[in-house]
């Protein structure tokens, strides 16, 4: 069983920055995707970015320029680096993992990312 533990939301001001963290650990299989999606009020979770396990990224268009994804495979852990945050990235993000061997899906908790001033 493959837990995440994300971490690294909160409150900051528009224009600000986060980093969010999700280091995945009690997996017997190597990790092939990772990636965060996010999750507003009264709206259906959405992707954020994507990363492989070689370093190919995706970036939802809504958000290229302004975030950026990596990953250090040997901690089994992918970040999400947010800068010039809008009110609008306001959401509860979550880190998704794929492991390569049978493709299954784990989630994390979620984290909270408020963006006001």
């Known amino acids: 069983q493959v837990q995440l533990g994300e971490s690294g939301g909160g409150l900051v001001q528009p224009g600000g920055s986060l980093r969010l963290s999700c280091a995945a650990s009690?997996?017997?299989?190597?990790?092939?995707?990772m990636g965060w999606y996010r999750q507003a009020p009264g709206k259906q979770r959405e992707l954020v970015a994507t990363i492989a396990s070689g370093g190919y990224t995706t970036y939802a268009d809504s958000i290229k320029g302004r975030f950026t994804i990596s990953r250090d495979n040997a901690k089994n852990t992918v970040y999400l680096q947010m800068d010039s945050l809008k009110p609008e990235d306001t959401a509860v993000y979550y880190c998704k993992v794929v492991l390569n061997l049978n493709a299954r899906v784990y989630w994390g908790q979620g984290t909270q990312v408020t963006v006001s001033s």
């Open positions: 009690g997996s017997r299989f190597s990790i092939g995707i």
